[in-house]
C-alpha cells in the first residue's frame, strides 16, 4: 500500500523559511519521478517542484524558484521540500507524490497523503 506522510509546515513570518518532509512507503522511489504540490484556499492543487529519478534533475515553477529546494533521500524514502523567503502568496496545503514516470511531467501519480499546512504572515 502506498503512504505519504507530509509534516513540517507551520506558521511562519514573511520572509522566514520551513522544511517540508515526506515519508514515503510502498513503492520504490528510483522507479518515479517525486513531486511537491500546494493548494491555496479557492484554486487549483498546482505543481511547484520536481526531481527526476532518472536522471535526479530538478523542476520548479516560476513562482518558486530561486527560493524552494527539493531533494530526496532514496535510502530513507524521504522527500524533503526547503523553503525561503517564503511570501503570503505560498499560504497553502503541501503535498508530495510520486508521478507514474521517472522524469517530471504529467499529472499521474500513485496518490497523495493529508498535506501539511504552510501559513506565511505578513
Known amino acids: 500500500e502506498v503512504q505519504l506522510v507530509e509534516s513540517g509546515g507551520g506558521l511562519v513570518q514573511a520572509g522566514g523559511s520551513l522544511r517540508l518532509s515526506c515519508a514515503a512507503s510502498?513503492?520504490?522511489?528510483?522507479?518515479?519521478?517525486l513531486a511537491w504540490f500546494r493548494q491555496a484556499p479557492g484554486k487549483e492543487r498546482e505543481g511547484i517542484s520536481c526531481i527526476s529519478s532518472r536522471d535526479g534533475s530538478t523542476h520548479y515553477a516560476d513562482s518558486v524558484k530561486g527560493r524552494f529546494t527539493i531533494a530526496s533521500d532514496n535510502a530513507k524514502n524521504t522527500l524533503y521540500l526547503q523553503m525561503n523567503s517564503l511570501k503570503p502568496e505560498d499560504t497553502a496545503i503541501y503535498y508530495c507524490?510520486?508521478?507514474?514516470?521517472?522524469?517530471?511531467?504529467?499529472?499521474?501519480?500513485?496518490?497523495w497523503g493529508q498535506g501539511t499546512q504552510v501559513t506565511v504572515s505578513s
Open positions: 507524490t510520486a508521478l507514474l514516470r521517472r522524469d517530471c511531467g504529467g499529472s499521474l501519480t500513485l496518490g
Open positions: 510502498g513503492f520504490t522511489f528510483d522507479d518515479y519521478a
